[in-house]
Structures are given as C-alpha cells and as structure tokens.
C-alpha cells in the first residue's frame, strides 16, 4: 500500500504531490484511489473523521472478504494490533468461530481434535505453517497466502493434504509415512485393513470404520503419547458391545466371547491385554508383544500350534501369562503328557470364562454311550450319546469300566484301552458340536496297554472302525477269540 491510496487528492505516487492546496495545510485529506493492490481494491471507500476510521472492507476485513472483527481507528494503535482483523490464535479464537478464512485453520487452532496445545496461542502457531514476521512486512495483506510447503509435509502431513477437501482422515497420520507432531510419532496402525477390524467382509461392517469406536471430536494431539485415545470405554464393556450384538458379529463363534481369568476365580481380564483390533502381524489380532504384570513376552502366532511353545523359552501365546496353571506354565518344559495342537478345541474363547478346560463330559457323555443306551442311577448315570455316533458300545460294559464311575475321575479309567493317555485326546468341536445330534462318525484311537498282551511275543493292535463297522483288538489278553460287536450303529 503507498500513501496516494488513500491519499489521492493529494499525492498521483509515493513521492509526487500533485495538489499542494490539499497538502501541510492542517486537515487529513482521505481520498481514495479506487486501484487494486493484489486482491485488495480500494475503492469508494469513506473515512470518518471523528471515529478516525475507514469504511473500505477490502482493506479491513476478516481475512475472508467480510468485516473486520474490530475496525481499527488511527489514534489507537492497539486496534490494529494482530487479531483484531480476524481471529487468529486460540487464545483469540476461543470466543467465536470466526478464524481467518480457510479450511485449515480452525482444525489447526481451534477445534478440539487438532494440535491447538502444540501450537500454541500466539502468532509463533501462524509461524509453524506460514511465512510471518510483522505486521507490516511485505508478505502480510498482500493479496496471496504463503505458506512454506515443506512445513507442512515434512513431518505433520508426510502423505500430504489438501485444505479444502475438508478433514484430513485418520490412515493419513497413521498409516504409510507416519506423522510426526510436536516430537511425536503417530502410532502405526498399517495392519488396520488388512487384518484388524477395517478388513472387507460382512464380518466387520460395524467397525470398519475409525469412528467406530473413536470419538473423532474429541481431543486427540497434545504431544504426549499415549493419553487421548478418543474413547469413552476402553474395557471389555466395548467389545462386548459388538460382539454380543448377532446383527453387528454375524459370525456365530465370535460373538458372546468371554473374558479370560487373571488370577484363581478372577474373570476380569481386558480383551486389549492380547488383541490389538487395529491388526497384527499375528493371526486373530494378537498382539506381537503381550505384557501381563511384569511379565512379557514377544509373540509369534501363525497357526495355533503357536499358542504353546515347545522350546525354550516355552513362551507361546498361552504360556506368557501362566504361573499357577496345570500345564504349559511360563518357561517350563512341558511338551509331554499334555495335547500339543487343537487347544482351542478344549479350550473355547465361549466357555464360563476363556479357556476354561472342558471336563470329560463337556464333550461327550462320561463314558460315551451307544445308540438306545439309557443311564440310570449306578448304571453309567453321566453317560450320553457321543455327538458322533456308535462309537461308545464298549464302554457300558462292565468289564471295561465300572458303572458307578464319575467324571471327576478323569482319564485314569480309559487308560486301560487309551494308552497314550490323555496327550492323545484332542477334541473337534466339528464332531463335539453340543446337543444330541449324531454330527458324523468318527474313528476311535485306540491304544491297549502293553500289560494286557495275550502272546508277548506278538504285537498288539485295535482295527479301527470304518463308518459301517465296529473295531476289533488282536492279541489282547481280555478276549480268547475275536472281539464282540460293541453296537449296531456301525
């Protein structure tokens, strides 16, 4: 702006008079030129000289084409002062919403959800973005925006933005080149669409989205990590809230999940201490690094023979966490005399709590029975038909258990017949589907023991049953000819 702007009658240029009547003669002559510098046009503006302010909203105004939030009068200079044109700190900002005029602005300054606290509330937050010393340096009120573009791409929007296409999305911070603000590296979620809760299906429809369970209002970037994760819950009460819901989980085996014990009788585990819903490199959300307490561990589960580890340092997915369990504790050794695959056949994620260990009769009747078989007090009482069907006709007789066993005894009765004791027994929850429904049949694996051999010399061994047929043992002390038909079924 030169002096013959608003000062035409006077002066033609910056230095050139051209009516000195008009001129050193006691009275403020305001005329102005109506000449456009830049996109500011000073036109038929008027000045009063009273209020010792000017009417022309080109040069005065928001920032925006509109008015100013405060007209500025020549004799005080605080009204001009940064502000006063528009709002353009949070500080000023915080009792209107009338920031300077782009999109970026009021996420940047203002709202809640943006860096507002990084940022800061002078004109040191216009500096993080734009080229500004003063007032009334040649880079202010110019007509055009300068903005320093590596100051936004390199670190807050590495994957870049574009201010009026609004909101900037949440995989534009936490996916790809990460953002770094304030000293702070955004969290990675790259997994999020490709094995966390954003995967395509019909399965993760209700939290494909980041708004899903966040909060995408509220605050969220303050430079220290870890303490605004836009959630209201984060327990097991937000979790339950989908996956109890069958229009939200459609899938049967994930819905109604339970929670994990933390201690003898303490149900109370957090689903977020082993999934991470944003995705894994792990199956099923797992996290890579599992902490319980003090104890940690680096997780690698692939497949479920994962879920124990059978070296050193016995530290698979379950193993991390157990110190009073049965088996598979936490750095010990205790490959044999347990099932090492099919866990999760025997230890369901729906049980009373996760994984709680199914008793023999969870699965099948104790013992299995035969078709037409009824229990009755002292006779078998616990038993029922096994879910797949026919196979149980050698366990009603009286020579092979005895009628008044109870669950609580556990495998040593089937040992006689099932040698390889209960390391060898992994159930199918294919087969063991619940309920009185014969799913399909399925063969018996049956060990003698070595004990009960008829001829030493020879080898032992039981023929497994084919779908039309009952097995047969050979060479088995208990029986001088071959073995009788257990039942009709097969």
């Given at each position: 702006?030169?002096?013959q702007?608003?000062?035409y009658?006077?002066?033609?240029?910056?230095?050139?008079?051209?009516?000195?009547?008009?001129?050193?003669?006691?009275?403020?002559?305001?005329?102005?030129?109506?000449?456009?510098?830049?996109?500011?046009?000073?036109?038929?503006?008027?000045?009063?000289?009273?209020?010792?302010?000017?009417?022309?909203?080109?040069?005065?105004?928001?920032?925006?084409?509109?008015?100013?939030?405060?007209?500025?009068?020549?004799?005080?200079p605080?009204?001009?002062?940064?502000?006063?044109?528009?709002?353009?700190?949070?500080?000023?900002?915080?009792?209107?919403?009338?920031?300077?005029?782009?999109?970026?602005h009021?996420?940047?300054?203002?709202?809640?959800?943006?860096?507002?606290?990084?940022?800061?509330?002078?004109v040191?937050?216009?500096?993080?973005c734009?080229?500004?010393?003063?007032?009334?340096?040649?880079?202010?009120?110019?007509?055009?925006?300068?903005?320093?573009?590596?100051?936004?791409t390199?670190?807050?929007?590495?994957?870049?933005?574009?201010?009026?296409?609004?909101?900037?999305?949440?995989?534009?911070?936490?996916?790809?080149?990460?953002?770094?603000?304030?000293?702070?590296?955004?969290?990675?979620?790259?997994?999020?669409?490709?094995?966390?809760?954003?995967?395509?299906?019909?399965g993760?429809?209700?939290?494909?989205?980041?708004?899903?369970?966040?909060?995408?209002?509220?605050?969220?970037?303050?430079?220290?990590?870890?303490?605004?994760?836009?959630?209201?819950?984060?327990?097991?009460?937000?979790c339950?809230?989908?996956?109890n819901?069958?229009?939200?989980?459609?899938?049967?085996?994930?819905?109604?999940?339970?929670?994990?014990?933390?201690?003898?009788?303490?149900?109370?585990?957090?689903?977020?201490?082993?999934?991470?819903?944003?995705?894994?490199?792990?199956?099923?959300?797992?996290?890579?690094?599992?902490?319980?307490?003090?104890?940690t561990?680096?997780?690698?589960?692939?497949?479920?023979?994962?879920?124990?580890?059978?070296?050193?340092?016995?530290?698979?997915?379950?193993?991390?966490?157990?110190?009073?369990?049965?088996?598979?504790?936490?750095?010990?050794?205790?490959?044999?005399?347990?099932?090492?695959?099919?866990?999760?056949?025997?230890?369901?994620?729906?049980?009373?709590?996760?994984?709680?260990?199914?008793?023999?009769?969870?699965?099948?009747?104790?013992?299995?029975?035969?078709?037409?078989?009824?229990?009755?007090?002292?006779?078998?009482?616990?038993?029922?038909?096994?879910?797949?069907?026919?196979?149980?006709?050698?366990?009603?007789?009286?020579?092979h258990?005895?009628?008044?066993?109870?669950?609580?005894?556990?495998?040593?009765?089937?040992?006689?017949?099932?040698?390889?004791?209960?390391?060898?027994?992994?159930?199918?929850?294919?087969?063991?589907?619940?309920?009185?429904?014969?799913?399909?049949?399925?063969?018996?694996?049956?060990?003698?023991?070595?004990?009960?051999?008829?001829?030493?010399?020879?080898?032992?061994?039981?023929?497994?049953?084919?779908?039309?047929?009952?097995?047969?043992?050979?060479?088995?002390?208990?029986?001088?000819?071959?073995?009788?038909?257990?039942?009709?079924?097969?």
């Open positions: 702006m030169n002096c702007n608003c000062h009658a006077t002066l033609s240029g910056p230095s050139t008079i051209k009516d000195k009547s008009v001129h050193v003669d006691g009275v403020k002559t305001v005329v102005f030129n109506g000449v456009a510098r830049g996109t500011i046009n000073v036109g038929s503006g008027t000045y009063n000289v009273n209020a010792a302010t000017c009417s022309v909203a080109g040069c005065h105004g928001d920032g925006r084409g509109g008015a100013p939030v405060t007209t500025p009068q020549w004799v005080d605080t009204t001009g002062a940064c502000g006063k044109c528009h709002y353009a700190t949070p500080t000023i900002a915080a009792t209107s919403a009338q920031t300077i005029g782009t999109n970026g009021a996420a940047h300054l203002t709202l809640d959800y943006g860096p507002k606290a990084i940022l800061g509330a002078t040191s937050a216009c500096q993080s734009h080229t500004y010393t003063t007032s009334t340096a040649a880079t202010h009120v110019n007509g055009s925006v300068q903005v320093v573009s590596a100051n936004c390199s670190s807050c929007h590495k994957n870049g933005a574009t201010w009026t296409s609004g909101r900037v999305t949440c995989e534009s911070c936490h996916t790809g080149l990460l953002s770094v603000i304030g000293g702070k590296t955004a969290p990675a979620k790259t997994n999020f669409t490709a094995s966390g809760h954003g995967q395509a299906g019909a993760f429809d209700a939290s494909r989205q980041c708004a899903s369970c966040h909060d995408a209002d509220n605050g969220h970037i303050n430079g220290t990590s870890g303490d605004q994760k836009r959630i209201a819950v984060n327990d097991y009460t937000l339950a809230g989908c996956h819901d069958a229009i939200k989980v459609p899938t049967a085996t994930r819905r109604n999940v339970t929670r994990h014990a933390v201690d003898l009788g303490n149900y109370t585990m957090e689903c977020k201490t082993c999934h991470d819903v944003h995705g894994t490199g792990n199956r099923a959300m797992v996290r890579t690094t599992l902490v319980f307490g003090a104890l561990s680096t997780i690698s589960y692939a497949t479920t023979a994962d879920l124990v580890q059978l070296q050193a340092p016995y530290r698979g997915v379950c193993q991390t966490c157990h110190t009073k369990t049965s088996h598979y504790r936490r750095g010990v050794n205790e490959g044999a005399g347990h099932p090492t695959t099919g866990c999760l056949n025997c230890h369901s994620h729906r049980n009373t709590f996760a994984f709680k260990p199914k008793a023999c009769d969870e699965c099948h009747g104790y013992p299995p029975t035969p078709r037409g078989f009824v229990a009755s007090q002292a006779n078998y009482s616990t038993a029922r038909l096994e879910n797949y069907s026919g196979g149980g006709g050698a366990h009603v007789k009286l020579g258990l005895m009628s008044n066993l109870r669950p609580s005894q556990g495998f040593t009765p089937c040992l006689t017949c099932h040698y390889d004791g209960a390391a060898a027994h992994v159930g199918d929850e294919s087969v063991w589907a619940g309920g009185s429904t014969q799913q399909k049949k399925s063969a018996v694996n049956v060990k003698i023991d070595p004990t009960y051999k008829f001829n030493a010399d020879k080898g032992q061994w039981y023929s497994k049953q084919s779908p039309d047929a009952t097995g047969s043992c050979w060479n088995v002390s208990c029986h001088f000819q071959p073995t009788p038909r257990w039942s009709d079924d097969k």
